[in-house]
């Protein structure tokens, strides 16, 4: 997290709605640890990465689905061996779960 | 701004690096709820929706943090960790993230390879102190990278602040000097230090094993010492034999069996 609040410090000061997605689980190769962290704006600037680039496009679209209230602050999972998976795999063969809510706490 | 004060508390102390944990409900009810552990003393902000649970996570975060563990635990909604307690109860899901200070890496001796040994630790995270009793040489001009350059022998920088060293933290001499090697091996083997590497070639190796067994060091104790330090991976140029201590320091901290100097024999440039 601490390489995104100089990010998160700015978008806030300009008054934009942030959601954060963070790694709190792996499942075999896992490319980043539990506590890597990645910060979506409403108006969809991005920083930070909780993969090795294979799922971020798919968090994107899951931060900005909590943002306008489409979703509920959640666990959601990326990865090729769990069933309930979204489409989107990651490359190492890995799973991980990201918990992903708005940053209003 | 949006109103965000355990977020603002949570920032400031990391961009501060202080050692803060911040607990996340994320399955059970009131996900998203937030708990913040210092480890001031101060009571934690926010609460998980019971004070128990909260008591109960606070504990444990303290734990987590002190190993700089992050990861999911799960608890009873009043707080129950045992399974008997928690027959037949909703699991609680949190999300322990664990913001502990950087790891420290002490150098004694301002030698040319220290200055590349202080980038390379530089890049892993390290809070590096360059440590030597030579005021000409330890200069902050010479080791601009590292954090702090104390002019000092060993065993008054251990006195001050050896307490403070960690199974996390390391401390690599470089100094091949006797009178400078003796003291700040006995110094970081009276501490909880998770590597203590020491440089040399063979030779220098075996005759300050014989002075550090001449004052008082027992070979039990001395098997904690890597050296000569660094992994086997044909290193010549300081900055090649700054990455093989490093990734010696990270291979030891993985548990993972790769060729150590320390476990050869022969020339080390070979």
Redesign the interface.
């Known amino acids: 997290?601490?390489d995104l609040?100089g990010d998160?410090?700015r978008w806030?000061?300009a008054?934009e709605?942030i959601a954060v997605a963070?790694v709190?689980?792996i499942e075999g190769s896992g490319p980043r640890?539990?506590?890597a962290a990645m910060a979506v704006t409403e108006s969809g600037e991005v920083a930070g990465s909780v993969s090795g680039g294979c799922v971020e496009g798919a968090v994107v679209g899951e931060a900005l689905s909590i943002l306008d209230g489409t979703t509920?602050?959640?666990?959601v999972t990326f990865g090729y061996s769990d069933d309930e998976a979204f489409a989107v795999g990651l490359t190492c063969g890995g799973t991980i779960?990201l918990?992903i809510?708005e940053?209003?706490? | 701004m949006s109103d965000a004060p355990i977020f603002d508390r949570y920032a400031a102390l990391i961009e501060a690096e202080e050692p803060v944990a911040l607990a996340t409900v994320i399955d059970g009810p009131h996900v998203g709820a937030k708990l913040l552990v210092t480890t001031d003393g101060a009571d934690p902000i926010g609460s998980l929706g019971h004070p128990e649970l909260d008591r109960v996570v606070g504990r444990d975060a303290l734990a987590e943090l002190e190993a700089a563990r992050s990861g999911v635990r799960s608890y009873g909604p009043e707080g129950q960790t045992t399974p008997e307690d928690l027959v037949d109860q909703p699991t609680i899901r949190v999300f322990v993230e664990s913001h502990a200070p950087p790891p420290q890496m002490w150098i004694f001796g301002a030698v040319d390879f220290t200055a590349a040994l202080a980038r390379v630790a530089k890049v892993l995270g390290y809070r590096v102190t360059v440590c030597d009793a030579r005021e000409v040489f330890a200069t902050k001009r010479r080791f601009p990278m590292a954090d702090a350059v104390r002019v000092t022998w060993p065993t008054p920088m251990f006195d001050e602040l050896g307490a403070d060293l960690t199974p996390r933290d390391a401390v690599c001499i470089l100094t091949h000097d006797p009178k400078f090697d003796v003291p700040a091996v006995q110094g970081a083997l009276a501490t909880r230090v998770g590597y203590i590497g020491v440089m040399g070639s063979r030779k220098t190796h075996a005759k300050r094993m014989e002075r550090l067994a001449d004052v008082g060091l027992t070979s039990e104790q001395l098997d904690r010492l890597l050296s000569p330090i660094g992994l086997d991976i044909g290193a010549r140029t300081p900055e090649e034999t700054a990455v093989s201590i490093c990734a010696e320091i990270i291979a030891r901290r993985t548990g993972k069996m790769v060729p150590s100097l320390k476990d050869s024999t022969g020339p080390i440039h070979s």
């Open positions: 997290m601490k609040l998160i410090a806030r000061a008054g709605r963070r709190v689980d640890l539990p506590g509920e602050p959640r666990v779960h918990f809510e940053l209003a706490w």
